[in-house]
């Protein structure tokens, strides 16, 4: 299972700064936004949620803006560290009879020590 | 918990070859997802059960694929005759019913496939 990031955006950040991944979605009837993370050689692993109704949702160390307007959603990671280095997806749904959770196409996250 | 299984992690074969790939779900989910990761296409989704059941398999590429699911806790995915084009990584994942085709997706370690 090995990530794709040698041909994705790649965004560069030294250890210690905060990050922000940005994602485009297509769809404006989504109502359920993921972010997941995939790092080297393992299966991608849920991170975050978000719904429509909300525009900010946190955890432990990340962030999750949301902005229907322009169909904008973005990841922020506080402190970022080495362990974060992985290729981060966006993932969005229309929830209702028969919907599916489609993926962005991923940024690739590189933490500099 | 032990998470999604599958097997094998890498397969090599001929074009032509038939292919099977294997999951075991996270007892107690509802869901089980086939996804395929490539650099082009990123994760597609191939098919999806419910309770065994297949509920959509739009995603699936032609007839040479097919997916079963005989019981909660195995699916398997299938590819006859295999291409040179099916080359990617395949991934399984499971899920609870939460009322949604979505919410927290559990990804195996996939499966590697080269079909030379």
Redesign the interface.
């Given at each position: 299972?090995?990530s794709?990031g040698?041909?994705l955006p790649t965004l560069s950040v030294q250890e210690g700064d905060n990050s922000i991944i940005n994602c485009a979605y297509s769809n404006s009837a989504s109502d359920?936004f993921?972010w997941?993370k995939q790092e080297s050689?393992?299966?991608?692993?849920?991170i975050i949620?978000i719904r429509s109704n909300m525009d900010k949702r946190q955890g432990q160390r990340v962030t999750v803006l949301l902005n229907k307007t322009v169909k904008h959603l973005s990841l922020q990671i506080a402190a970022t560290q080495p362990g974060d280095s992985a290729v981060y997806?966006c993932?969005e749904?229309c929830?209702g009879a028969?919907?599916?959770?489609?993926?962005?196409?991923?940024i690739t996250l590189s933490v500099r020590p | 918990d032990a998470g999604v299984i599958q097997s094998p992690r890498h397969e090599v074969t001929e074009m032509g070859q038939e292919v099977t790939l294997r999951c075991k779900p996270i007892s107690g989910h509802d869901y089980l997802f086939w996804y395929r990761q490539t650099m082009m296409r990123g994760l597609e989704l191939l098919i999806y059960f419910n309770n065994n059941v297949p509920i959509d398999d739009s995603g699936m590429p032609e007839d040479r694929f097919s997916a079963k699911m005989p019981n909660a806790s195995f699916s398997t995915l299938k590819i006859q005759p295999s291409e040179p084009r099916d080359s990617a990584v395949y991934f399984c994942a499971s899920s609870l019913d939460r009322g949604l085709v979505a919410g927290e997706l559990f990804f195996g370690e996939g499966s590697r496939l080269t079909v030379l």
């Open positions: 299972g090995e794709v040698l041909h359920y993921i997941y050689g393992k299966g991608p692993q849920f949620d997806f993932a749904i929830t028969n919907s599916k959770l489609t993926f962005g196409k991923g | -």
